[in-house]
Structure formats: structure tokens, C-alpha cells
């Protein structure tokens, strides 16, 4: 290429960036393209970490019950859902993520100057460096454990922010008449679509089913908020209160895990992808792995985004996610 085109190409591939992160955040509320790896964590120590992020998300909920009752009147429970997800929501990433990240109260892999050289040399993207692979402009998400699954921080992302516009993707149905089961279905199809094209598989060449999950789950947690028979803070008396903690067991699935729930690849990443995968087939046998797949495998059960993706592979409009699996890389590896 030459020189004096390299600056275009540059600005050009900036523009994109911006535009499908804007696009991103108009939409479905996350920073495209930001990754994680489970694969690098195997084998490796982390303490579990619910107590410490339930702490943290429950102090966001009393610093919310205690805004709305400085303002001193009841609201629209809609209103206090968003209050809530603008109350740590940033530019581009979300402020519970940003803090687990950071805190030195969370256990996380990798973490530490030694861990974090070896991740680079490690990391399952790390062979993929186009300048177009918006995964790559943005810092990998660590491994955090909880109720005994391990997942990226990206996650609590989708559960506190993509989900919101899940969220009112259902409530919008929902006013118009449209029955629970469809609203729902509505919500999470448009949520799959916005994966596919701005978020995610479209821009970096992944599509995250983990992240699906995690948004899925994170649209009941906005529903039952304020709201239900069984709600986190309720309107009594004339004073806004905490009636039930927040709770990620209520919510984290082994499906959260990107070493259990295979991502789909486009055919330019896969390859790559799959030859740092490889590298883990001799883990599978390691006691952590092997415990800790066997305990994946007794809570499993098939999902709505499962359904959904089942419905799409079927259809051929997605790559049957099994061929992404690690026992099937592995397997053909072996042949």
C-alpha cells in the first residue's frame, strides 16, 4: 500500500471504530468487540468473587434508594430502572466492570506484571492483529469466579448495561399489548441482530453466545427491580427502601463461561483462533478442568438463547456453534 494511503486507511478504520461504538451505544448499550478468555485461566487460582460483587452492586442500590428518597416522591418504575443504569454507566465501558477490574478486592486472571506478560503471549485474539479487528483495540476482559463459574468481566457489562436496552426493547411490547412470552422473544431476537451486525460478530468476528446469556438475564433483573412480586426496592409508606439484595447467583450460568459456551467465528478469525486453542487440549485432563466441566456440565440446561441460536443454525443463518467447541478442536486435532 502505499504511503500516502496508510493515514486514510488509518482514519478510516477510527471513523468505524467511533461509529459502530456510538451505533453501539445508541442501541444496545455496549463497547463493541471487547473480548475474554477463559482458556488462559485454567488451571490457575481464583478465589470466588459473588460476596465481594453482590457488596458492591447492593452499594449502588442503597446509594440509589437513598437518591430517590432525597427527591421525596414516589416514580414510574421505568424511571427508576434507568436511574440505575445511568448511575454506572461511562462512554464506553460500565462502571461495575471498570471497577472489578481495578479493585484490589477482586481476584482476577490474569493479574500482576508476571500473569499479565504471559496473557499476551497466551491470549486466544492474540493472533488476530488486522487493523480492522475492533477486538484488538480495546483491553481484554479478565476471568472472574463466581458461584463457581468463570467468566469475563465483560459480563457484568451486558448484565447492568446491553440489558437495559433489552429491557426496554420487552417493556415497549409489552405496553403495546404484546404477551410476555413474545415480548421476550421480541427482545432477545433484536438483542441477536444487534450482536451480529453492530456489536459483535459483524465488527470483531466473534459472536458471543456468553454475552447473550448474560444480557438475557440481565433483562429479568430490570424487570423485577422495582417491580413483581418479588422485587429488589420497593415504594412503602411514603419512603423508597431495599427490600431484597442483589444476588449474581440468581443469575450466572455456566453458559457465561466462553471456555464451556462456544462463540461462533467468522472465517477469517477462525483459524487463527483455533490454533491458540489447541494449545489447551492437554488441559482437559488437569483436576481444576476436569471438576470444573463436570460441574458446568449438572447445572447446564438448554436456554432461550440456546433455542433462539438452535432455530438460526437450523435455518443456515448461523455456523453450528458445536464445530467451536474445545473437545470438537481437539477431537479433529487427534484424527
Known sequence: MPASARPRSARFAVVLAVAAVFLGLGGAGAAPGLETDQFFAWGRPLKDMTGVLNARVNLELERLVAELNRDGRDRP??????????????????????????SPLVSRSPS?????????QHYLYGGTSSVFDTGRWMP???????????????????????????????????????????AEDRAVRRGLGHEITILGRAVSGVLSLADLE?????????????????????????????????DLRDYVTPEWDESYQPNIY????????????LRYCRMLEHPQVRAMREAYAERDRVTETEKLIEEMVVAGKLPDPSQFTIESVCREAAD
Open 77 to 102: 418504575c421505568q424511571k427508576v430502572r434507568f436511574r440505575f443504569f445511568k448511575r454506572h454507566r461511562m462512554l464506553f465501558f460500565d462502571g461495575f466492570e471498570t471497577w472489578s477490574v481495578n
Open 266 to 277: 467468522i472465517r477469517r478469525k477462525w483459524p487463527k483462533v483455533r490454533q491458540r486453542m
Open 112 to 120: 500482576g506484571a508476571d500473569e499479565m506478560r504471559e496473557f499476551k
Open 140 to 182: 481484554p476482559s479478565p476471568t472472574v469466579e463466581v458461584n463457581g463459574v468463570r467468566l469475563g468481566t465483560d459480563k457484568l457489562t451486558h448484565l447492568l448495561g446491553t440489558a437495559w436496552y433489552y429491557h426496554r426493547w420487552y417493556r415497549k411490547a409489552r405496553s403495546r399489548g404484546v404477551p410476555l412470552a413474545e
Open 214 to 246: 448474560a444480557n438475557y438475564e440481565g433483562m429479568w433483573f430490570y424487570e423485577h427491580l422495582c417491580a413483581g412480586d418479588d422485587p429488589n426496592i420497593v415504594y412503602d409508606e411514603g419512603v423508597w427502601r431495599l427490600r431484597r439484595p442483589f
